[in-house]
């Protein structure tokens, strides 16, 4: 993954200074992920580009791990910028960061002109969230996204990022530091209460004035609440704010029951009090993905035997993690089978099932694999009940970080509206001989309805 920095501060070459690295020689520096490079593209009294480049070692990310796919091996890690390519920031530029320059103070002072490109950037919220989180620094931001092949699929999620404006460079790169894995959100490592003390201290001047410091602070500690909420009431100190008006960022000490549960888990909820009502045995959790809704049907004692697939294999051995498959009892793993299969072919182990769950699943699949989808599910295994949940879209309006018109997820090939759902699940119903109600998972707004629409199909019975 690459950054570059330009600047046309005359002399130009004094970027070297404040960087604390020679424009004649290459600088290499070993980091967690791999080697970052420094050198310098071109360096003219004009105009002087310094380059970081961070060459990742996949296979070295992995190397410890007990159960690796081929998933670990190709991604988008050693290409894309994220937490990785932060961590090289401060590993190569630590003094620069802090805004000592012994040879230029003045210089490390000012505010010079800086360039700021970052090629390939995997930006969860797209070009609109970009612009949010660091137009209001002081940058000018551009943007350059592709679509995917076929067009169909809509945008890529990754951008190309260039930046632009009048900043200390010691500002300029504590910006970049913080706000590169919170676009990416996804950090390449544990976040601990240390990382608290990190992002106050890189975004001390500018992160709590900041319109958007409740998503950047979240997303930099990875979505922990207890966290989140520390470096908040923090932040508010730093700002001479009540902590209290932060947005509720700092709420009373509520008892467990009363607090908002996840949608995720709500959801969650919601299929497993049908599946008690249907009376189901023998439960398939169909495009299981990481196992969480697996390890729940597990521990329901009135379930005899659970049939866990999904299409990635990556996806299995996350839920293999997940459920302890090697730690697990063996009167337990008796009532596990696991194994990959499409839900769009032919699958005879999906035989036998009393029920069926496909959460959060169909919207994954490309509209025209759908009908495939439905002969297996529907025609070849028809188990006495298949439940369904999938995004509402009119609800799409209440997620404040999501812009308007994207999706919940990037690999979300559709989301329908409650009319869509329910014209697709009558359809299904009367062709292979169900009846279809409906449920609403989550909070319900009067207007847009829930943020998730939930289907229950069960067999008609036959006089």
């Known amino acids: 993954m690459l950054l570059t920095i330009t600047t046309t501060r005359a002399p130009a070459t004094d970027l070297g200074y404040l960087l604390h690295k020679h424009p004649d020689r290459l600088q290499s520096v070993e980091v967690a992920s791999g080697t970052a490079h420094v050198f310098y593209p071109e360096a003219t009294p004009e105009r002087c580009t310094a380059a970081l480049l961070l060459e990742v070692d996949p296979i070295g990310l992995v190397r410890d791990r007990k159960a690796v796919g081929l998933g670990e091996y190709v991604n988008d890690r050693p290409y894309a910028a994220s937490s990785m390519l932060a961590v090289a920031i401060k590993e190569a530029f630590r003094t620069a960061l802090t805004g000592r320059c012994?040879?230029?103070?003045?210089?490390?002072?000012?505010?010079?002109?800086?360039?700021?490109?970052?090629?390939?950037?995997?930006?969860?919220?797209?070009?609109?969230?970009?612009?949010?989180?660091?137009?209001?620094?002081?940058?000018?931001?551009?943007?350059?996204?592709?679509?995917?092949?076929?067009?169909?699929?809509?945008?890529s999620p990754y951008l190309?990022?260039?930046?632009?404006?009048?900043?200390?460079?010691?500002?300029?790169?504590?910006?970049?530091?913080?706000?590169?894995?919170?676009?990416?959100?996804?950090?390449?490592?544990w976040v601990s209460t240390d990382e608290v003390d990190k992002l106050i201290r890189a975004g001390g001047g500018w992160l709590a004035g900041h319109p958007e410091k409740e998503l950047i602070t979240r997303r930099?500690?990875?979505?922990?609440?207890?966290?989140?909420?520390?470096?908040?009431?923090?932040?508010?100190?730093?700002?001479?704010?009540?902590?209290?008006?932060?947005?509720?960022?700092?709420?009373?000490?509520?008892?467990?029951?009363?607090?908002?549960?996840?949608?995720?888990?709500?959801?969650?909820?919601?299929?497993?009090?049908?599946?008690?009502?249907?009376?189901?045995?023998?439960?398939?959790?169909?495009?299981?993905?990481?196992?969480?809704l697996t390890r729940d049907l597990l521990r329901e004692a009135g379930i005899d035997h659970v049939v866990a697939t999904d299409v990635s294999a990556r996806a299995l051995q996350l839920a293999g993690r997940r459920l302890n498959l090697e730690r697990m009892p063996d009167r337990q793993r008796e009532r596990l089978t696991i194994f990959q299969s499409s839900l769009?072919?032919?699958?005879?182990?999906?035989?036998?099932?009393?029920?069926?769950?496909?959460?959060?699943?169909?919207?994954?699949?490309?509209?025209?694999?759908?009908?495939?989808?439905?002969?297996?599910?529907?025609?070849?295994?028809?188990?006495?009940?298949v439940v369904v949940t999938t995004p509402n879209a009119e609800y799409n309006a209440h997620f404040e970080t999501l812009p308007s018109g994207t999706a919940r997820h990037p690999d979300h090939r559709f989301e329908w509206t409650r009319a869509q759902f329910r014209a697709w699940a009558a359809r299904v119903a009367g062709g292979y001989g169900y009846r279809a109600r409906f449920l609403p998972v989550g909070p319900e707004d009067p207007?847009?309805?829930?943020?998730?629409?939930?289907?229950v199909f069960e067999k008609a019975v036959t006089q």
């Open 220 to 292: 930099y500690l990875a979505h922990q609440k207890k966290l989140t909420r520390s470096a908040l009431a923090r932040l508010a100190e730093a700002d001479d704010a009540e902590p209290a008006e932060l947005d509720n960022a700092v709420p009373e000490e509520t008892p467990e029951e009363d607090r908002a549960k996840p949608l995720a888990l709500q959801r969650r909820e919601a299929v497993l009090a049908v599946l008690r009502q249907s009376g189901a045995r023998r439960v398939g959790d169909l495009g299981c993905g990481a196992g969480e």
């Open 344 to 385: 769009t072919y032919r699958d005879d182990r999906l035989a036998g099932l009393d029920a069926a769950v496909l959460m959060e699943v169909i919207e994954h699949l490309d509209p025209d694999r759908i009908p495939a989808l439905e002969r297996v599910v529907f025609g070849r295994a028809a188990p006495g009940t």
């Open 447 to 455: 207007h847009d309805g829930p943020p998730t629409q939930l289907a």
């Open 160 to 189: 190309g990022l260039r930046l632009a404006g009048e900043l200390r460079l010691a500002d300029a790169l504590n910006h970049l530091y913080v706000l590169l894995p919170v676009l990416d959100d996804a950090k390449h490592y």
């Open 102 to 155: 012994d040879a230029r103070p003045e210089l490390a002072a000012s505010r010079i002109p800086l360039a700021i490109d970052v090629p390939a950037l995997r930006c969860r919220g797209g070009a609109t969230l970009a612009r949010r989180v660091f137009a209001p620094l002081g940058w000018h931001v551009d943007t350059r996204s592709r679509s995917l092949t076929p067009p169909e699929w809509g945008d």
